[in-house]
Structure formats: C-alpha cells, structure tokens
C-alpha cells in the first residue's frame, strides 16, 4: 500500500501562483511514477501531470503546459506541482496518484484524498 498526503491548496487570485506537494509512504517511493489530476466542479477527473521514476521526464495536459511544472524529490518521498498563471478554470480538487507505467492513459494504483484549488478572478 502507498499513502498519498496532497497540502498546498488555497484561495488564490487569478494570475497568482501556488505549489501543491503529495507525501508518500508506505512503499519505495521510486518505484512508482507519480501523477497529478484534477477534477473541477461538475465535471469529471482529468489528468493534469505525470512524472516518471526519476523525475526525468514528464507529461502535461495542453490545458496546464507551459504553466506548471511537476517534479520530485525521491529522498523526500515528495511530488510537486508548482503552478504559476493560475485562472479560474484552474479551480479544482487536485490529486496525487501514483502508479507502474509512465504513460498519460494508464490507470493508477493508489490516490490521495485531494487538496482544492480556488482561483478567484
């Protein structure tokens, strides 16, 4: 089992910044590549950011690229998500996940319980 702690959400203003950091423990943390997903209000969960064991290479939606950055640090058991240019429709519950496979649509092995994201404008 991993167990997977998001912080760093808050009220934010739109062209503000804030950087959302996931705990792990439980398992080697390298041994997973990590995720962040999002899911605003009535709409459903999608991807935001994966980064791989390493934290060499990385994917990102179009919605969020050029505008946040996700890395790690292993020997802290530690993902981020700096994000920067926040808007509005950045608002959202945003999750950590991790998983095996370093790939956009693969699915997820263990999920935290979120941290919410409010942008005002």
């Known amino acids: 089992q991993v167990q997977l702690v998001e912080s760093g959400g808050g009220l934010v203003q739109a062209g503000g910044s804030l950087r959302l950091s996931c705990a792990a423990s439980g398992r080697t943390f390298s041994d997973y590549v990590m995720g962040w997903f999002r899911q605003a209000p009535g709409k459903e969960r999608e991807f935001v950011a994966l980064?791989?064991?390493?934290?060499?290479?990385?994917y990102y939606s179009d919605s969020v690229k050029g505008r946040f950055t996700c890395s790690r640090d292993n020997a802290e058991s530690t993902v981020y998500l700096k994000m920067n240019s926040l808007t509005p429709e950045d608002t959202a519950v945003y999750y950590c996940?991790?998983?095996?496979?370093?790939?956009?649509?693969?699915?997820?092995?263990?999920w935290g319980k979120g941290t919410l994201v409010t942008v005002s404008s």
């Open positions: 980064i791989d064991w390493y934290g060499i290479s990385t």
């Open positions: 996940a991790a998983g095996r496979i370093f790939r956009m649509t693969a699915p997820m092995d263990y």
